[in-house]
């Protein structure tokens, strides 16, 4: 059974630093694409930052120079450095590991509050 946690997230000051760990168990598939995505109601899950398999990586416009994601392939891990944090940043952040377009897991969540 293939299960995706995420860990590392907490109540941070703004201007804090924090960093998310999404570990991936119990695969039988190679994995193409490592994402985190965050979501704070009411708004939509969006996308902050993804890496591919070789290691190319694509961040949103408000991650970009903040936030790093890294992956240990070895490992089946992936990593999300978040820099300057905001409370804009304040969300519940998921891990999405992608197969194919159409095969796919999502881990639970974790919560990351930004907030003096």
């Known amino acids: 059974q293939v299960q995706v946690v995420e860990s590392g997230g907490a109540l941070v000051q703004p201007g804090g630093s924090l960093r998310l760990s999404c570990a991936v168990s119990?695969?039988?598939?190679?994995?193409?694409?490592m994402a985190w995505f965050r979501q704070a109601p009411p708004k939509a899950r969006e996308m902050v930052a993804r890496?591919?398999?070789?290691?190319?990586?694509n961040y949103a416009d408000s991650a970009e120079g903040r936030f790093t994601i890294s992956r240990d392939n070895a490992k089946d891990m992936a990593y999300l450095q978040m820099d300057s944090l905001k409370p804009e940043d304040t969300a519940v952040y998921y891990c999405?590991?992608?197969?194919?377009?159409?095969?796919?897991?999502w881990g639970q969540g974790t919560q990351v509050t930004v907030s003096s």
């Open positions: 890496i591919t398999s070789d290691g190319n990586t």
């Open positions: 119990g695969r039988h598939f190679d994995i193409n694409e």
């Open positions: 999405k590991v992608t197969v194919t377009s159409n095969w796919y897991y």
